[in-house]
């Protein structure tokens, strides 16, 4: 099967940066879409940031220009840099994939375990 990792969450001061990692393993075949969302408690999970294939990615208005989407398909590696971070990007950021697997070239839709962001002073 495909796993998803998440890391470079922690806890920031308002107007610093983190860079979050995914690493996509297993039974890849290839990946086709690759997102980063976010969850805060008692709120639905929101789309941050996303990219198909070597297209330029899309970002949520709250972010744009603050955050950059960047992908590394030879490593199967998704990362986000962020950038002027404010106490309202904290949250649970969870990278998510679409990916053909070589067990059934059918395409899966894959979730990290998430990796917590705190911005606080």
């Known amino acids: 099967q495909v796993q998803l990792v998440e890391s470079g969450g922690g806890l920031v001061q308002p107007g610093g940066s983190l860079r979050l990692s995914c690493v996509a393993s297993?039974?890849?075949?290839?990946?086709?879409?690759m997102a980063w969302y976010r969850q805060t408690p008692g709120r639905q999970r929101e789309l941050v940031a996303s990219?198909?294939?070597?297209?330029?990615?899309n970002y949520e208005d709250s972010v744009k220009g603050r955050f950059v989407l960047s992908t590394d398909y030879n490593k199967n590696m998704m990362f986000l840099q962020m950038d002027d971070l404010k106490s309202e990007d904290t949250a649970v950021y969870y990278c998510?994939?679409?990916?053909?697997?070589?067990?059934?070239?059918?395409?899966?839709?894959?979730w990290g375990q998430g990796t917590q962001v705190t911005v606080s002073a």
């Open positions: 998510n994939a679409k990916i053909y697997t070589t067990a059934s070239l059918a395409e899966g839709n894959f």
């Open positions: 297993g039974s890849i075949f290839s990946i086709n879409y």
């Open positions: 990219v198909i294939g070597h297209d330029s990615p």
